[in-house]
């Protein structure tokens, strides 16, 4: 008989309460028994659409709630820290959005408590490795398909950013997916990061450094530009072309469907990730879960996480110093080899 997994979800705004109906609708095998959000009636609006789930203020709660057996941390990046190390101490699988924590050495400090449990506790919500467009270009990569690849050109487009956003976080929020799919297409760490602002956007809030272009070096060779751009106006997008030695290939631009009439031709723009990324976030649920029901935790890990956050800690120091910044990276402990 399999039993059903009981979730906790830590942080219910945009994406907890995304993750939570996802896990109601989409994702067999596994029920929400706890919610927690510093923010009192945002937690208990969430909780009294799910049945027999509790609602806390306190994530330690939750995460000690019965019937408890993993742990989804949707709350911000500088909070995910804590909540990873009070589920690591249970020894509860995760699955941690991104980023796994906004600094390196939260992430160190991470991945030192799951070694000390000396097994992957650990998956990142890098969601788009989880992508039908994204799985095809790093199958024709991996193929050889267009010969080594020299160049990433890659779009990061918001049509507007929440209020909390800051300059950092265009790169410590935003820019982290492209570095973390970089990595997997090329299977290469990033070793030098390059940012360029120009004049920022008049849509831009004030004091927001808004559009930045992101230049990542890779150990082969390869070169990643990001335009990264978060209050664009007219929705989201996310495009990437690779450019090898013998073609080149591109995904994101979104012509499911191309309508002509009345002497026009067009498509739609979706607005926000929670449409462009549906699939992809129910994949990357479906699969924890059912690793989990193997004893096992997949996909993306820690070392990923921790990999992210040294790019990230090199691109804002680039930012700042208008200096090409050397990423300082850790050596990967065996756990994650
Ligand atoms: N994978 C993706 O495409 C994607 C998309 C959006 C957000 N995210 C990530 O999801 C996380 C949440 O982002 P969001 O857009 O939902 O933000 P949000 O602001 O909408 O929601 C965050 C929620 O967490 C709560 N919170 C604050 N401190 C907390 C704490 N210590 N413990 C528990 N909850 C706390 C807030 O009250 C809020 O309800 C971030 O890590 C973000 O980067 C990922
Ligand atoms: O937290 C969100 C999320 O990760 C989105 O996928 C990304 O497009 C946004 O820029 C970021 O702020």
Redesign the pocket.
Known sequence: MTSTLGIAV???????ADHVRRIGRTVGGARVVAV????GD?VKEVAAGLEGASAHTD?AAAIAAPGVGAVLI????P??E??LLQALARDLPVLC???LTPDPAGALRVMEAEQRLGRRRIQV?F?RRYDAEYARLKELLDAGGIGRPLFLHCRHRNASS?S?FTSDMLIS?SVVHEVDAARWLLGQEVTAVSVLSPRASSAAPEGVQDPQLVLLETAGGAVVDVEVFVNCGFGYQVQCEAVGEHGSARIGDGQAMVVQSAGRWGGEIPQD?TVR?ADAYDRQLRGWVAAVARGRVEGPDAWDGYAAAAVSAAGLTARRTGRRTPVDMAERPPLYR
Do not use: L
Not at 10 to 16: D, N
Not at 36 to 39: G, M
Not at 74 to 77: F, L, Q, T
């Open positions: 830590i942080g219910t705004g945009r994406m907890g927690a959000d510093p923010d945002r994530p949707a709350s911000p990046g909070a995910h804590e909540a959005e991104k980023p919500g969601m929440p909390f929020d990730f990324f």
